[in-house]
């Protein structure tokens, strides 16, 4: 397993959870991926788990606070960038909201959280002493990330001109009408049109990750307590995945793709 120890501006980097059992969720997840936990305070009554795998950092984990108001459990994905205060003004620039932030979070980085133009929610961080995931793409760590939303034209202006992505539209059909983000050559996430069958699920931002076998860690979601929201499905030529929900609540998927041909 390689071990990444920087990104490039416009990046996913690290991935957190938010839930409102943190000693359930360490059951499920530990359970469901084999990852280990390691706690750090945050500050006064709080504390930041480190998800881990062989000692190697994989996403966050924290108990929704008082502040975050009636929010419910939820995965939240995070963009590496230069300058968490530049990201705010193109926000705001482009018709986005900067919900939190831009703050420092103790000296490890300054982050912040927006919605886009349709209300999907993602975060930004400026990296200090944290760089972000020690692992990504691997089984047990976050693979890909990926926004569903009702205006893919609305959304993709945005994320062009606040993350500096381009994108392709590489699907256009009825029901997955899909986009790729990209950063130079290095694919970033992707953009599906929300289908009329999912018309009541707000935008959102989903995130993967890496599994050996779907069909056994859909099963293994619900031994857990777990639910299986979308049930484990091929994508021709790009692998296998499945839409899951933790005990909480938290949505997030699990997938096996078809290593690219060298």
């Not at 120890?5 to 969720?25: I, K, N, P, R």
């Not at 990201?87 to 939190?100: E, F, H, M, P, S």
């Not at 959304?155 to 539209?169: H, K, T």
């Not at 992707?190 to 995130?207: C, E, F, I, S, Y």
Request: net charge negative; aromatic share 10%.
């Amino acid at each position: 397993m390689a071990t990444r120890t920087e990104y490039q501006h416009g990046e996913f980097s690290w991935v957190t959870v938010s839930t409102s059992d943190t000693a359930a969720a360490k059951r499920f997840y530990g359970g469901l991926f084999g990852w280990q936990f390691n706690d750090m305070p945050a500050g006064p009554g709080q504390t930041y788990t480190f998800l881990e795998l062989d000692h190697k950092s994989v996403g966050g984990l924290s108990a929704i606070t008082p502040e975050m108001g009636s929010v419910p459990p939820h995965w939240m994905p995070f963009v590496n960038v230069r300058s968490a205060d530049e990201i705010a003004k193109r926000v705001a620039q482009n018709g986005g909201k900067t919900l939190y932030g831009p703050e420092n979070v103790l000296d490890v980085g300054r982050m912040g959280v927006l919605a886009d133009p349709t209300g999907a929610r993602l975060a930004f961080w400026e990296p200090k002493r944290h760089k972000g995931a020690a692992l990504v793409g691997e089984t047990g760590a976050m693979c890909w990330n990926e926004l569903m939303t009702p205006d893919i034209e609305a959304a993709g202006r945005f994320y062009r001109a606040v993350f500096d992505w381009s994108s392709d539209l590489v699907d256009t059909s009825e029901d997955s009408s899909y986009t790729i983000f990209k950063i130079g050559q290095t694919m970033i996430a992707g953009m599906m049109a929300r289908p009329a069958r999912l018309k009541n699920v707000p935008p959102n931002w989903l995130t993967y990750f890496g599994v050996d076998d779907v069909d056994a860690s859909a099963a293994k979601v619900r031994e857990l307590g777990g639910k299986v929201m979308q049930p484990p499905t091929d994508i021709p030529g790009i692998g296998r995945f499945s839409v899951t929900q933790d005990g909480q609540g938290a949505v997030f998927a699990i997938a096996k793709f078809i290593p690219p041909v060298q």
